[in-house]
């Protein structure tokens, strides 16, 4: 697999789309304290810019999920760190790096509506809506991309290149 130097979405892209979807969700949840819920690892930069750029009062968790094996989405997802989690009666905003299949955010969706939410919602900085196999309601999303596998922000292939400030394709060697 090769990285492509040129990034996809630079790092001053992402910026200026994290300040517009903290406008949006500023003015969402007026009067309210939602709990940011950022999905390890891949989420962990996004959730941390997004947090300082929303500009209000927020609580901050993290969970972790797995599903993928280097480029390929494995089938199982896994989600630890849940337990001790106070999610009853909190407005949450879940907050992923990529939605691909949909498998990891229908599993992390469904164990949250079991603790009892007052509301759920769903922040991706990316979209890949044509490998969709379970649908998921997506309430704010950073940029759609094809279908393509992506690292950088957050991203990782094989747990290399999560520190790129931008997104960049990794293409598959043809040499
Ligand atoms: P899903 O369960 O298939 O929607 O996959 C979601 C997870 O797979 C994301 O949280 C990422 O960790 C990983 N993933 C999906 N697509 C990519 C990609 O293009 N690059 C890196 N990780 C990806």
Known sequence: MLLNPEPLISAER???RVAELAAQIRADYAGRRPLLL???KGAAFFTADLARALEMDVDLEFVRA???VGSRSGGDVSVSRMDDLKIAGRHVLLI??????GRTLSL????????EPASLALCTLLDKPGRREVPVRVDYAGFEIENQFVVGYGLDY?????HL??????EVDEG
């Open 165 to 170: 400030p931008g997104v960049h394709l990794l």
């Open 38 to 40: 950022g999905v390890l």
């Open 66 to 68: 797995r599903s993928y």
């Open 158 to 162: 094989e747990e290399r290149y999560r």
């Open 96 to 101: 992923e790096d990529i939605v691909d299949t």
């Open 14 to 16: 992402i910026a200026a």
């Open 108 to 115: 992390l969706c469904g164990r949250l509506l079991d603790c």
